[in-house]
């Protein structure tokens, strides 16, 4: 079945839910890939990395934003949903003129921080300058629904469509700098709190989901989310509840390693690294409700928000993600194909079809083989763009 699926979670008074799409051979390889090791590395030419993080198909990606066409007499509107070390919106603010605006979001403070005053001539540009402004924004990109229109009044007039935007870019992995941060929790090589909140305000840790979830109930976890096999999520699960409580990362990988070898030679995915990275993976995107995120963002933030002839572009990384995103942009829901995308008359015959709401421009890309020279965490991205329909 490719139904939607979500199972509910409880912890004390919050509840969230844990969605996926069933998994595809398609989609496989990009999940085996999907995984950090000793040999991942980010080299210092990349023209726009900084040793917080070194984006991902930066060429492709700004190429794809700006093809659509600029309205005559209209300012261009980016949001940048996943502003990370701001290499996107830098590379991006570079190709706008003075008037344009892009919206930088981002849930992580750290992050935020250091990419708005990387942005800080745009911040507050000079007349004299010609600059686009840069307008940085602390939030999920799942509630920018409401967000977007109330802070375009700030900055742009009140023309008919204004309060549109003309692109979106969501860049769904973890910068470098969370990854090799060892204090939030998400370094599989460094010893630090077993943590992976990307907003620490949020309540749940990844602590609390090892030490207070039942054994079935994190089995469900990795298997939904890191595509572990029954039996290896089962193990894993089980480790984890007999070695409770874990309050530190190396604590988790001694759990995996008890029940899983260093190496398998039949297949790179079964040794220990690329299983505690899909561990590890599986237990970031619940703590951070990622799905749930992902989903409100294609289904209601994002057509919400891009005009007419507008341009979503997303960058995924692991199956999860590449499958809802596919799913949404070709066939504009995440159940049955076609499922509210048509009317019929009494006899069955298709009156409108113009509900859709996007229409997918070619097929997914992968980094080329130069940027995975330079950037070695590259190799399980995928790009996907879709025009916004006219279907009002």
């Keep these: 079945s490719n139904k939607f699926n979500s199972i509910p979670f409880q912890k004390r008074h919050q509840s969230f ?16 890939s999907a995984c ?44 940048d949903a996943t502003l990370g070390g701001g290499g996107h919106s830098q590379a991006l603010l570079e190709r706008l003129q003075k008037g344009d605006l892009v919206f930088g979001i981002d849930v992580d403070s750290d992050a935020l921080q250091t990419a708005t ?23 999920n990109f799942k509630d920018l629904t409401n967000r977007i229109p109330q802070i375009l009044h700030e900055y742009c007039s009140a023309k008919d469509g204004v309060l549109l935007v003309d692109g979106i870019l969501m860049d769904l992995g973890v910068s470098s700098h969370q990854i090799d941060e060892s204090t939030r929790g998400f370094a599989i090589l460094k010893d630090g709190p077993l943590d992976m909140r990307m907003n620490s305000k949020d309540s749940i840790t990844a ?14 976890i990795f298997k939904m989310y890191g595509d572990e096999s029954p039996q290896s999520a089962k193990k894993i699960a089980r480790a984890i509840v007999q070695q409770r409580p874990l309050t530190q990362t190396s604590h988790l990988l001694d759990a995996i390693a008890s ?6 030679k039949a297949s790179r995915r079964k040794g220990l690294s690329a299983t505690s990275a899909r ?79 996007w229409k997918m421009i070619g097929k997914g890309r992968k980094a080329s083989d130069e940027e995975l020279a330079r950037n070695s965490r590259a190799r399980s991205a995928t790009l996907r763009v879709a025009i916004r329909l006219d279907n009002s």
Aim: glycine share 4%.
């Design 207 to 220: 602590a609390d989901i090892c030490n207070e979830y039942g054994e079935s109930e994190l089995a469900d």
């Design 17 to 32: 839910s844990i969605t996926t799409l069933r998994n595809t051979p398609e989609t496989q390889q990009q999940l085996d």
């Design 36 to 79: 950090t090791d000793e040999n991942d590395h980010v080299s210092i030419e990349h023209p726009y990395g900084t040793e917080y993080h070194a984006p991902v198909m930066v060429t492709e990606c700004i190429e794809a934003l700006l093809q659509c066409q600029r309205r005559e007499s209209y300012p261009l509107i980016f949001i």
């Design 279 to 357: 561990i590890f993976q599986s237990l970031r995107i619940v703590v951070n409700r990622e799905g749930e995120a992902l989903q409100q963002a294609l289904t209601e933030m994002a057509p919400t928000l891009i005009r007419p002839g507008g341009h979503l572009v997303v960058l995924s990384y692991h199956s999860m993600e590449d499958r809802m995103t596919k799913r949404m942009m070709k066939d504009g829901n995440f159940s049955d194909k076609r499922l509210f995308l048509v009317e019929r008359d009494v006899y069955g015959n298709i009156v409108n079809d113009s509900k859709k709401p």
């Design 259 to 264: 029940v899983t070898p260093k190496f398998f």
């Design 117 to 139: 005053l990387r942005l800080e001539q745009y911040v507050s540009p000079n007349n004299k300058d010609l600059l686009p402004r840069f307008v940085p924004i602390q939030s």
